[in-house]
């Protein structure tokens, strides 16, 4: 698959302080990237960069087909956290706008607008003033903005995190039909939504890039058995003596629920049973699955 753009040796600082420490990777055409991170990792700060909003302190991004010193704007759409409209306008008048201002004849910004008013799902309000429109139309109203002139690559920072579920939902099966058109790039610390929508990852963590590559590499290469238990009462109490099992290989406590990492599944669950049979522990919920996303996280993160 072809490149979108390489990053090399990406990096930077605030008075003396490195916030990114020379990032290494690459975009393909067609997928659709997440960049995984806690707050506060650098993924604001990196899409700033990659899209011209930030200059960086060392190394290179190179869009495919853009000569250095070659303004790459026109390749790329850019949605940002927190993002401003003109809540005068409407959501009609927004597009046509920001069509205008990318290069779109007025003709071609009529057309692309209407176009992604009913791509987006909020050509029923185009009419509106975008004060009136709701958190989700908000939000799909601005990633119709950071798609109107066809970009190679769309950037889009946390698109979902301050959503309702309702507008969450919406916006990610939009990311899903998007990913036909170009390269999405999103940034996000909710991991089940960078597993719901997202080709490959890149992990973020103070700074670095911590593991890359495709959502099925990963798996296979952190993939474990799980059993996850919870009790009636605290948890804790049981972890010590869970922990002394041979059958165990790691053992992590989420609130009241405890994951058992296991390599014989079957064996594991024999041993689990019989140690809870035989001390008449209250067991509440008894749960065989492999490793999710957060989990692998995890892994990464404390490697």
Same mark, same amino acid.
């Given at each position: 698959?072809?490149?979108?753009?390489?990053?090399?040796?990406?990096?930077?600082?605030?008075?003396?302080?490195?916030?990114?420490?020379?990032?290494?990777?690459?975009?393909?055409?067609?997928?659709?990237?997440?960049?995984?991170?806690?707050?506060?990792?650098?993924?604001?700060?990196?899409?700033?960069?990659?899209?011209?909003?930030?200059?960086?302190?060392?190394?290179?991004?190179?869009?495919?087909?853009?000569?250095?010193?070659?303004?790459?704007?026109?390749?790329?759409?850019?949605?940002?956290?927190?993002?401003?409209?003109? @809540?005068?306008?409407?959501?009609? !008048?927004? *597009?046509?706008?920001?069509?205008?201002?990318?290069?779109? $004849?007025?003709? +071609?910004? /009529?057309?692309?607008?209407?176009?992604?008013?009913?791509?987006?799902?909020?050509?029923?309000?185009?009419?509106?003033?975008?004060?009136?429109?709701?958190?989700?139309?908000?939000?799909?109203?601005?990633?119709?903005?950071?798609?109107?002139?066809?970009?190679?690559?769309?950037?889009?920072?946390?698109?979902?995190?301050?959503?309702?579920?309702?507008?969450?939902?919406?916006?990610?099966?939009?990311?899903?039909?998007?990913?036909?058109?170009?390269?999405?790039?999103?940034?996000?610390?909710?991991?089940?939504?960078?597993?719901?929508?997202?080709?490959?990852?890149?992990?973020?963590?103070?700074?670095?890039?911590?593991?890359?590559?495709?959502?099925?590499?990963?798996?296979?290469?952190?993939?474990?058995?799980?059993?996850?238990?919870?009790?009636?009462? @605290?948890?804790?109490?049981?972890? !010590?003596? *869970?922990?002394?099992?041979?059958?165990?290989?790691?053992? $992590?406590?989420? +609130?009241? /629920?405890?994951?058992?990492?296991?390599?014989?599944?079957?064996?594991?669950?024999?041993?689990?049973?019989?140690?809870?049979?035989?001390?008449?522990?209250?067991?509440?919920?008894?749960?065989?699955?492999?490793?999710?996303?957060?989990?692998?996280?995890?892994?990464?993160?404390?490697?």
């Amino acid at each position: 698959m072809s490149v979108v753009v390489t990053v090399s040796g990406l990096r930077k600082s605030f008075q003396d302080h490195d916030v990114i420490k020379g990032l290494e990777f690459a975009l393909t055409k067609g997928k659709c990237i997440a960049l995984l991170g806690a707050n506060g990792a650098g993924k604001t700060t990196t899409l700033q960069m990659l899209s011209g909003l930030m200059r960086q302190s060392a190394g290179s991004i190179a869009f495919d087909g853009v000569q250095k010193g070659e303004d790459f704007r026109k390749l790329i759409g850019y949605l940002p956290q927190h993002p401003v409209f003109y @809540e005068w306008m409407s959501g009609r !008048e927004f *597009l046509e706008y920001t069509g205008m201002l990318a290069g779109l $004849s007025k003709k +071609e910004s /009529k057309e692309r607008a209407e176009e992604l008013l009913e791509m987006v799902g909020i050509s029923d309000a185009k009419n509106r003033r975008i004060g009136k429109y709701s958190g989700g139309m908000k939000q799909r109203l601005g990633i119709a903005q950071a798609i109107i002139h066809r970009p190679k690559l769309v950037m889009l920072d946390e698109p979902v995190s301050a959503l309702d579920p309702f507008g969450r939902r919406e916006v990610l099966e939009l990311m899903e039909r998007m990913k036909k058109e170009t390269t999405i790039l999103f940034s996000t610390h909710i991991l089940n939504d960078a597993e719901e929508v997202c080709d490959d990852i890149l992990f973020l963590h103070k700074g670095e890039i911590v593991e890359s590559g495709s959502m099925k590499d990963l798996r296979d290469k952190y993939q474990q058995s799980k059993i996850d238990l919870v009790f009636r009462g @605290e948890s804790e109490q049981y972890v !010590e003596k *869970l922990s002394s099992l041979a059958v165990i290989q790691s053992i $992590s406590v989420h +609130e009241n /629920k405890i994951s058992l990492f296991v390599q014989n599944v079957d064996d594991a669950k024999q041993v689990f049973l019989r140690e809870i049979t035989d001390r008449n522990w209250p067991l509440l919920k008894f749960e065989i699955s492999k490793t999710s996303l957060e989990d692998v996280f995890m892994k990464v993160v404390e490697k």
